[in-house]
């Protein structure tokens, strides 16, 4: 049951008055223009026009917002304020409960996930709403700082589902913790529920129980004054004139942890995927960080492709966070570096600039390119020395942009490539060359695939032999039980047919997984 229907029997809330506000039809509606800021004024307008009566507009507003209605909600209550047509609705008024709201931190890769799961969870989403929710993910920096700098802050409640989702034959953590958390409240997390169901209710338990406390709560800390004013901040000095410049504070959450892929190992000293082997390339990668001179380092790990760098990459990028600002940028679709740094400067940008709303606005309105440029010569700072900025697969930005990257004044540089006679003479220069695994770790990665897939016995067959023909190359280890399952589950030992393909001189036939 929905929320809706058990709030009148509550006895906090049997004399509430309960409305819903949709927007499923815009979503799917190839006929309609409606978008995200249209959908936050009509919320305002929808309820500025049922609060008419003097005693309407004294009573406290609460919200629970699920998913993608949590950024309708957080883009009104941002609104509000300088909208002067809706007189029934006060900021103090509100408090507002976020269900599995994706705030902050997606790459795009999650926020396709995001999309997938609402679309799924609605069907038939439309192509022009698909396209503004992606480039909604960068605006949402905007948006994230603009609540949370409202005065007063409406009292909010975060909450995350506990479970996967099972959407397109796969199970999907749709909306993480770390993304469903805003600003310095970290969201709870609810057992026994996915991205779907964290708004339904079996019973008058568990998840119920969780929000009507979070609703009790909130109507508390809204009917008693309670509202989440913003804290004073410490005195800082101010920006260079007439350009910005980035102040050496650190932020609020200790270090900076920003790029691609990182939000895969938000929560975690180790990515999605089992890693294995390796240990002695990570010792060497944190070896290369104990640099007492002063001059920068650069640390490249060079090899072939699926050879397993941009997982090291990743693997050691975790056990640094909280230690030192990481970066992590890669390109993605054939993205440039401009558009990377854009995105990232454009991310961290209201923590690297004071906090005033006046200087907010500068930002907001600086040009891109100048915000990179920023954020390039404040990677040289002091308050970066311990920093470590990270390109993986630099290549793939360009040959003519690697000189252009590798002159970047960060002091600790890792970069990986598949180009075996990249070397540098102006930095501390070193090199790690990925060799194959070893035939244990190989095994140990076909078997770890055949779990996760739940494969038929059969397939445990002849993985030493299987291992001996990848030749220690993980992503083909990765790949190859996957390729069994597929091409070769009619036979008596897929194993064996497996190998049997690295054993024909029909070219044609090897290239089948190859």
Same mark, same amino acid.
């Given at each position: 049951?929905?929320?809706? =229907?058990?709030?009148?029997?509550?006895?906090?809330?049997?004399?509430?008055?309960?409305?819903?506000?949709?927007? =499923?039809?815009?979503?799917?509606?190839? !006929?309609?223009?409606?978008?995200?800021? @249209?959908?936050?004024?009509?919320?305002?307008?929808?309820?500025?026009?049922?609060?008419?009566?003097?005693?309407?507009?004294?009573?406290?507003?609460?919200?629970?917002?699920?998913?993608?209605?949590?950024?309708?909600?957080?883009?009104?209550?941002?609104?509000?304020?300088?909208?002067? @047509?809706?007189?029934?609705?006060?900021?103090?008024?509100?408090?507002?409960?976020?269900?599995?709201?994706?705030? $902050?931190?997606?790459?795009?890769?999650?926020?396709? !996930?995001?999309?997938?799961?609402?679309?799924?969870?609605?069907?038939?989403?439309?192509?022009?709403?698909?396209?503004?929710?992606?480039?909604?993910?960068?605006?949402?920096?905007?948006?994230?700082?603009?609540?949370? @700098?409202?005065?007063?802050?409406?009292?909010?409640?975060?909450?995350?589902?506990?479970?996967?989702?099972?959407?397109?034959?796969?199970?999907?953590?749709?909306?993480?913790?770390?993304?469903?958390?805003?600003?310095?409240?970290?969201?709870?997390?609810?057992?026994?529920?996915?991205?779907?169901? %964290?708004?339904?209710?079996? $019973? *008058?338990?568990?998840?119920?129980?969780?929000?009507?406390?979070?609703?009790?709560?909130?109507?508390?800390?809204?009917?008693?004054?309670?509202?989440?004013?913003?804290?004073?901040?410490?005195?800082? *000095?101010?920006?260079?004139?007439?350009?910005?410049?980035?102040?050496?504070?650190?932020?609020?959450?200790?270090?900076?942890?920003?790029?691609?892929?990182?939000?895969?190992?938000?929560?975690?000293?180790?990515?999605?995927?089992?890693?294995?082997?390796?240990?002695?390339?990570?010792?060497?990668?944190?070896? !290369?960080?104990?640099?007492?001179?002063? *001059?920068?380092?650069?640390?490249?790990?060079?090899?072939?492709?699926?050879?397993?760098?941009?997982?090291?990459?990743?693997?050691?990028?975790?056990?640094?966070?909280?230690?030192?600002?990481?970066?992590?940028?890669?390109?993605?679709?054939?993205?440039?570096?401009?558009?990377?740094?854009?995105?990232?400067?454009?991310?961290?940008?209201?923590?690297?600039?004071?906090?005033?709303?006046?200087?907010?606005?500068?930002?907001?309105?600086?040009?891109?390119?100048?915000?990179?440029?920023?954020?390039?010569?404040?990677?040289?700072?002091?308050?970066?020395?311990?920093?470590?900025?990270?390109?993986?697969?630099?290549?793939?930005?360009?040959?003519?942009?690697?000189?252009?990257?590798?002159?970047?004044?960060?002091?600790?540089?890792?970069?990986?490539?598949?180009?075996?006679?990249?070397?540098?003479?102006?930095?501390?220069?070193?090199?790690?060359?990925?060799?194959?695994?070893?035939?244990?770790?190989?095994?140990? %990665?076909?078997?770890?695939?055949?779990?996760?897939? $739940?494969?038929?016995?059969?397939?445990?067959?002849?993985?030493?032999?299987?291992?001996?023909?990848?030749?220690?190359?993980?992503?083909?280890? *990765? @790949?190859?039980?996957?390729?069994?399952?597929?091409?070769?589950?009619?036979?008596?030992?897929?194993?064996?047919?497996?190998?049997?393909?690295?054993? !024909?001189?029909?070219?044609?036939?090897?290239?089948?997984?190859?």
């Amino acid at each position: 049951m929905w929320l809706r =229907d058990f709030l009148p029997e509550h006895e906090n809330f049997k004399n509430s008055r309960v409305m819903t506000f949709g927007y =499923d039809s815009d979503l799917t509606d190839r !006929s309609t223009v409606m978008e995200l800021e @249209n959908w936050a004024e009509t919320l305002l307008q929808s309820l500025d026009e049922v609060r008419t009566g003097k005693k309407e507009k004294e009573r406290p507003l609460l919200f629970v917002s699920h998913s993608l209605g949590g950024l309708v909600v957080r883009k009104a209550m941002a609104r509000l304020y300088p909208t002067p @047509n809706c007189q029934n609705i006060k900021l103090s008024q509100c408090g507002i409960v976020f269900l599995a709201t994706p705030h $902050s931190g997606s790459t795009k890769a999650d926020w396709s !996930s995001f999309l997938v799961a609402t679309a799924h969870t609605i069907g038939g989403v439309r192509a022009e709403t698909v396209k503004t929710l992606q480039s909604f993910n960068t605006a949402s920096v905007w948006d994230t700082a603009a609540f949370l @700098n409202l005065e007063p802050c409406p009292p909010f409640r975060c909450f995350a589902e506990g479970l996967k989702m099972r959407v397109k034959g796969t199970n999907q953590h749709i909306v993480t913790q770390a993304s469903a958390t805003l600003g310095k409240y970290q969201a709870h997390m609810i057992m026994d529920v996915d991205h779907s169901s %964290i708004c339904k209710f079996k $019973s *008058r338990l568990g998840a119920l129980v969780t929000v009507t406390m979070a609703l009790r709560e909130l109507l508390s800390e809204v009917t008693t004054g309670g509202v989440q004013q913003p804290k004073a901040q410490p005195d800082r *000095r101010m920006f260079g004139q007439p350009r910005f410049l980035a102040h050496t504070y650190p932020p609020d959450r200790g270090f900076w942890w920003e790029g691609t892929k990182l939000s895969e190992i938000q929560h975690q000293l180790t990515s999605t995927r089992t890693f294995f082997g390796r240990s002695k390339e990570l010792s060497t990668l944190g070896s !290369s960080l104990a640099t007492n001179g002063t *001059r920068p380092s650069l640390t490249v790990v060079k090899g072939i492709a699926g050879i397993g760098k941009t997982e090291l990459l990743l693997q050691f990028a975790a056990t640094q966070r909280g230690r030192r600002n990481v970066f992590f940028l890669g390109s993605q679709d054939r993205e440039t570096i401009d558009s990377v740094l854009s995105k990232l400067s454009t991310r961290i940008g209201f923590d690297m600039i004071e906090g005033s709303a006046e200087n907010q606005e500068r930002w907001r309105s600086t040009p891109v390119a100048e915000r990179v440029q920023i954020f390039i010569a404040w990677l040289g700072d002091t308050c970066n020395k311990d920093s470590i900025f990270i390109i993986d697969d630099i290549e793939a930005f360009g040959y003519s942009k690697i000189p252009v990257i590798l002159r970047y004044p960060a002091q600790h540089v890792l970069i990986s490539t598949r180009d075996s006679n990249l070397i540098r003479a102006d930095r501390v220069f070193r090199e790690l060359r990925s060799s194959p695994l070893g035939h244990d770790d190989t095994v140990r %990665i076909l078997q770890s695939t055949l779990e996760s897939l $739940s494969a038929n016995p059969v397939f445990w067959d002849s993985l030493g032999s299987i291992a001996r023909r990848i030749q220690g190359h993980p992503l083909a280890a *990765r @790949n190859a039980i996957p390729f069994a399952m597929e091409y070769l589950a009619t036979y008596k030992s897929p194993g064996a047919a497996f190998s049997e393909l690295f054993e !024909s001189q029909d070219p044609e036939e090897r290239k089948v997984f190859l």
